[in-house]
T-cell receptor, first 109, second 117 residues
């Protein structure tokens, strides 16, 4: 089967660092994505990892370990506007994009 | 350039009716995929079209169908609506079909929120 697990909710403080984990079991692997979705809005692309290691983009970094079926999204210097749902998604061998349920992040002052 | 446009944004239907949703991709994008988003199931893949051909299909019943036109605009149709079809239906476009991209970026529309009573 295909399974992507991420925590349902997380809370963090403004200015802090938060790590959102994602583990996956899919039929094949062609890449892992992180999307951000604010309430009532469209998901927006954050990052794409296809090789092991860390990809850094400003305040956001994403890490992938294919052997462990594991990824995380790291958000630094949290801002109130980072309060959103963070979606982990994997492209499987068949070319289908499988999404996790999303992690609802609340940033508090 | 204009983003992905979905119409209608909101609609209410009753059980047994059918509905058609429309998606206009970003100009130049030839791949369109559809997703259903519900609180309980998250985002689930419905189908993907590229150059008017369905390339991939998710695990949804045959009541869910779609098509793509020569201008890359896409429609999805749900027949014999059920209460469980209430959801946000998201369309995403990309330049190339899945598996042939090197960035993985999909551009999502804001969705069509369907309520079935």
């Amino acid at each position: 089967g295909q399974n992507i697990d991420q925590p349902t909710e997380m809370t963090a403080t403004e200015g802090a660092i938060v790590q959102i984990n994602c583990t996956y079991q899919t039929s094949g692997f062609n890449g892992l994505f992180w999307y951000q979705q604010h309430a009532g809005e469209a998901p927006t692309f954050l990052s794409y990892n296809v090789l092991d290691g860390l990809e850094e983009k400003g305040r956001f970094s994403s890490f992938l370990s294919r052997s462990k079926g594991y990824s995380y999204l790291l958000l630094k210097e949290l801002q109130m506007k980072d309060s959103a749902s963070y979606l982990c998604a994997v492209w499987n061998q068949g070319g289908k994009l499988i999404f996790g349920q999303g992690t609802e992040l609340s940033v508090k002052p | 350039k204009a983003g992905v446009t979905q119409t209608p944004r909101y609609l209410i239907k009753t059980r047994g009716q059918q509905v058609t949703l429309s998606c206009s991709p970003i100009s130049g994008h030839r791949s369109v995929s559809w997703y259903q988003q519900t609180p309980g199931q998250g985002l689930q893949f419905l189908f993907e079209y590229f150059s008017e051909t369905q390339r991939n299909k998710g695990n949804f019943p045959g009541r869910f169908s779609g098509r793509q036109f020569s201008n890359s605009r896409s429609e999805m149709n749900v027949s014999t609506l059920e209460l469980g079809d209430s959801a946000l239906y998201l369309c995403a476009s990309s330049l190339l079909p899945s598996g042939r991209q090197n960035t993985g970026e999909l551009f999502f529309g804001e969705g069509s929120r369907l309520t079935v009573l």
